[in-house]
């Protein structure tokens, strides 16, 4: 005579799902310059360890931006050829000028398509206490399936966990990295301008050729 198993009471089994959502501060609050591409450096840098790629910072240094106005500005004595004798060079070195200016905001241009458009893939959260304040926001989630019982720590049937952490800005750090991007695309073009009247001066006024 053969014996049957007892009868199990019907069990029920059922989803079970947990996310944690943790914003923390990260890094320490520097002082920085206050100019737009000092931020976005700034901003790149402690974005580097959330990408698996190179991003490459803005040539940059202390009173960058009136530097390149006064060059910008003194580009313009190019004209003096006019006079021609001893300003007949003058085209030559302004124009020469006017290629290191248009070289170092192409590579501002390469940071603008390389490294700002992936650093400004991260969010947005309102409310940060300063501009280059960093916060770094932890996203936790729990996710099984559980037996009636789960509550007292027996019965799941399938665990799985996953963490993502990834850096938010505030709307000013946004706001000074757009900034920058905007105020290098403009040098860049007046620069080619600067070059482009230089080279005309020195075509024609400094070497003597006629058009």
């Known amino acids: 005579m053969s014996e049957t198993a007892p009868l199990l009471p019907a069990i029920e089994a059922r989803g079970v799902q947990h996310t944690r959502v943790q914003v923390e501060d990260v890094g320490v609050t520097v002082r ?4 737009p591409y000092a931020y976005s450096n700034h901003f790149i840098t402690q ?6 790629r190179p991003l490459p910072t803005y040539i940059d240094c202390v009173l960058f931006l009136r530097f390149t ?5 003194a580009s313009f004595l ?21 290629a290191v200016f248009i070289g170092i905001f192409c590579q501002h241009e390469v940071v603008n398509r390389k490294s700002l458009k992936t650093v400004l893939t991260q969010p947005v959260i309102d409310g940060q206490r300063s501009l280059n304040a ?8 729990l996710q099984g399936m559980a037996l009636q019982n789960y509550r007292a720590g027996i019965g799941f049937v399938h665990v799985s966990e996953g963490r993502v952490k990834f850096q938010a ?3 000013r750090a946004v706001r000074a990295m757009m ?12 620069f080619f301008c600067a070059a482009c009247y230089n080279f005309y001066f020195m075509m024609v006024h400094s070497l003597g050729f006629k058009f």
Do not use: D, H
């Open 179 to 190: 900034s920058a991007k905007q105020t290098s695309r403009c040098m860049l073009f007046l």
């Open 47 to 52: 974005s580097r360890p959330y990408f698996r």
């Open 32 to 35: 920085i310059r206050n100019s």
């Open 169 to 171: 800005f505030n709307r």
């Open 78 to 98: 190019g004209a003096l050829a006019l006079n021609g004798g001893y300003f007949k060079g003058a085209p030559f070195y302004c124009f020469l000028v006017c």
């Open 134 to 141: 960093l916060y770094e926001v932890t996203i936790t989630e």
């Open 69 to 73: 106005g006064l060059m910008f500005v």
